[in-house]
């Protein structure tokens, strides 16, 4: 219960399409979903997160959708550029405790010149 | 702002030798710091949790005598490797939050690959 699935495992998307990465999850009590950007050998850096009392949450070309029923959330890159190559990983916490993440297993992500 | 460093960034030890990582959060005060280790090509696992003046809570299946913890200030928790192996070779990050503003969001270090030879 307290996984969170990520799909797809690795993606390669032309430049200047929509990259879009799925998650899923089950713990009902999650109330924060942060979506994070790793490079090689980085640390990973925080895009975009969302409470799920909105359905949507836009930042530049990240958009996350969230669907409360349905317990998935997704990650929308619109004009995908190379620089955007990268790996994403979704994680979700709860209010509780010390909001421990909860991370998807990450999305490779390739936009292709 | 909210800038979190680590120490050494990358780090060679032999086998049997103990290893110190820092984590440090620059610009704000740290009331509870995580500890991560990632290996290739996968996903970040939670090794344990530490507040500031008490003792750390380690995810299951970590060795808490293997991986000491230490959150001596609001601005630095290290994480020592004792008595280091190969299979202890890994990419750890560490992140940082503060509660003072309430939005709960974690801020990650560059990370400290360690390899043991």
């Known amino acids: 219960q307290q996984q969170v699935k990520q799909s797809p495992q690795s993606l390669i998307v032309q430049k200047g399409g929509i990259s879009i990465i799925n998650c899923a999850y089950e713990n009902t009590a999650f109330d924060y979903f942060p979506w994070y950007q790793q490079f090689p050998g980085k640390g990973p850096a925080l895009l975009i997160a969302?409470?799920?009392?909105?359905s949507e949450k836009k930042e530049g070309r990240f958009t996350i959708s969230f669907n409360k029923s349905a317990k998935q959330f997704s990650l929308h890159i619109m004009d995908s550029q190379p620089g955007d190559s990268a790996t994403y990983f979704c994680a979700a916490s709860m209010n509780t405790g010390f909001q421990k993440l909860v991370f998807g297993t990450g999305t490779r992500l390739l936009v292709s010149p | 702002g909210a800038v979190v460093s680590q120490h050494p960034s990358w780090v060679i030890c032999k086998s049997g030798t103990s290893v110190k990582i820092e984590c440090r959060s620059l610009?704000?005060?740290?009331?509870?710091m995580f500890w991560y280790r990632q290996f290739p090509k996968q996903s970040l696992m939670l090794m344990a949790t530490s507040n500031e003046g008490s003792k750390a809570t380690y995810e299951q299946g970590v060795e808490k005598d293997k991986f000491l913890i230490n959150h001596a200030s609001l601005t630095l928790s290290t994480l020592t490797v004792t008595s280091a192996h190969p299979e202890d070779s890994s990419f750890y990050i560490c992140s940082a939050t503060t509660q003072v503003t309430g939005s709960y969001e974690q801020y990650f270090g560059p990370g400290t690959r360690l390899t043991v030879t």
């Open positions: 610009d704000f005060q740290a009331t509870t």
């Open positions: 969302i409470r799920p009392d909105v």
